[in-house]
């Protein structure tokens, strides 16, 4: 089946350092990647679209200057969170749909990132 | 606007016993509807979907759930839990019309005693 690989799975950096997470499709094409956030015990909140060659489309209040999104080809998106702060602290996954428009997501495995 | 609501934040129940997860969806077109579980520390693994066709779904590890147009639903069950289905789940619901955009609900938390 589809393999979404996402590195790192853990990380822990000093406050106003930047911090990149890679998520790569592994055995299919993925023309749009997704990337979430997920808060202890909360549910995973669509932080922003990845779109191969073209600009990543944010949702409404996240940070497209603190959250970076490149998706360079069609096998990997990175998120880089700029200038991080202890706040940002938090679990972030990425996923992307393989296939057909109602094919499943499949998820990386997330990134824990811890900011001190 | 589409959402999800899961309104049981934590199932309990005995080794053995039936298990159902809640989920009621809300989409103003016909909706693709989805069921993910979430080990500690990991990604959310992909259970089963609803498209169309036969309103009950059938999926990864004994999973099934029925989908239900009147009632808005799409509850997840399992015929006899399992200690491993102790998790958090996830559904999930997207507009067929309305983009790529995956909403999903809070999660509930299962805990399967033995």
């Known amino acids: 089946g589809a393999v979404v690989s996402q590195h790192p799975s853990r990380v822990i950096c000093k406050s106003g350092t930047s911090v990149k997470i890679e998520c790569r499709s592994l055995?299919?094409?993925?023309?749009?990647m997704f990337w979430y956030r997920q808060f202890p015990k909360q549910s995973l909140m669509l932080m922003a679209t990845s779109n191969e060659g073209s600009k990543a489309t944010y949702e409404q209040g996240v940070e497209k200057d603190k959250f970076l999104i490149n998706h360079a080809s069609l096998t990997l998106s990175t998120l880089t969170v700029t200038s991080a702060h202890p706040e940002d602290s938090s679990f972030y996954i990425c996923?992307?749909?393989?296939?057909?428009?109602?094919?499943?997501?499949?998820f990386g495995n997330g990134t824990r990132l811890t900011v001190t | 606007a589409q959402s999800v609501a899961q309104p049981e934040d934590q199932v309990n129940v005995a080794e053995g016993n039936p298990l159902t997860v809640k989920c009621t969806y809300s989409?103003?077109?016909?909706?693709?509807l989805f069921w993910y579980v979430q080990y500690p520390n990991r990604g959310l693994q992909f259970l089963l979907k609803?498209?169309?066709?036969?309103?009950l779904v059938k999926g990864s590890y004994g999973f099934e759930a029925e989908f239900n147009k009147s009632q808005t639903s799409f509850h997840l069950k399992k015929p006899s839990a399992l200690v491993s289905d102790s998790a958090l789940y996830f559904c999930a619901v997207r507009d067929r019309t309305a983009g790529n955009k995956l909403t999903f609900g809070g999660g509930t938390r299962v805990l399967v005693k033995p």
């Open positions: 996923s992307a749909r393989g296939g057909q428009n109602n094919s499943p997501l499949h």
């Open positions: 609803y498209i169309t066709g036969d309103n």
């Open positions: 055995d299919f094409q993925a023309t749009t």
């Open positions: 989409v103003s077109g016909n909706p693709y």
